[in-house]
């Protein structure tokens, strides 16, 4: 069965530090998200991504935050200068159609900035 | 803005017990709405969704929701729990006719004790 998946599983970084957090989406998928959890809180929205270009973003994702998808099957999720706070795990997401089609996730990214 | 309230962060049953996991959501117009499932260290994996259809929702696992709007509720139910049951549950909305972000509650703790 096609699954979502992500690398590298567990980035420990530096503050200050860029990371980028790497994902395949299912092949056949056209709609790309990113959320990400903060130990104890709930997952939060961070920014969707279909045609080519960020559909909607939330207020968490600033200027720091960028997505891109390179090629036919990467889709990334880069922070330029991380902070202590954006330790979390992050998760990719993607979805065949509009609406009402499943959104299938990856394991994650837990990201320590230390 | 969309919302949705999941009461008790931590539910504890018996082997063999009902499951209830509640969820309340807030919206002007019916939207869709899924409960995910969490198992330690894995991402999340859809239990079932309600998208306009039929108000008694049949997922994986033998647990089932309804989505009752006079009470903006979409419950979480399973007749008798299994230890493997235990793990994290998030119920999320996504407003129709977005970009299809989820909106998640706050999650609960499902244990499930011998």
């Known amino acids: 069965e096609p699954e979502v998946t992500q690398t590298p599983s567990h980035q420990v970084t530096q503050m200050g530090q860029e990371v980028i957090l790497r994902c395949v989406p299912i092949s056949n998928h056209l709609y790309f998200y990113w959320y990400r959890q903060i130990l104890g809180q709930k997952v939060e929205f961070l920014v969707s991504f279909y045609n080519n270009e960020i559909s909607e973003k939330s207020e968490i994702f600033d200027d720091q935050f960028s997505v891109e998808r390179p090629d036919g099957s990467n889709f990334t999720l880069k922070i330029r200068s991380t902070k202590l706070e954006d330790s979390a795990m992050y998760f990719c997401?993607?979805?065949?159609?509009?609406?009402?089609?499943?959104?299938?996730f990856g394991p994650g990214t837990r990201l320590t900035v230390l | 803005a969309q919302s949705v309230t999941q009461l008790g962060s931590h539910v504890s049953v018996s082997e063999g017990a009902l499951v209830l996991l509640r969820c309340n959501y807030s919206s002007s117009v019916p939207p869709y709405l899924f409960w995910y499932v969490q198992y330690p260290n894995q991402g999340l994996q859809l239990l079932l969704k309600?998208?306009?259809?039929?108000?008694l929702v049949k997922g994986i696992n033998g647990f089932e929701a309804e989505f009752k709007k006079s009470e903006t509720s979409f419950h979480l139910t399973k007749p008798s729990a299994h230890m493997s049951d235990a793990a994290e549950y998030f119920c999320a909305v996504t407003p129709s006719g977005n970009t299809g972000k989820l909106i998640f509650g706050q999650g609960t703790t499902l244990q499930v004790k011998p």
């Open positions: 997401a993607s979805k065949r159609g509009p609406d009402t089609d499943t959104q299938y």
């Open positions: 309600y998208t306009s259809a039929a108000t």
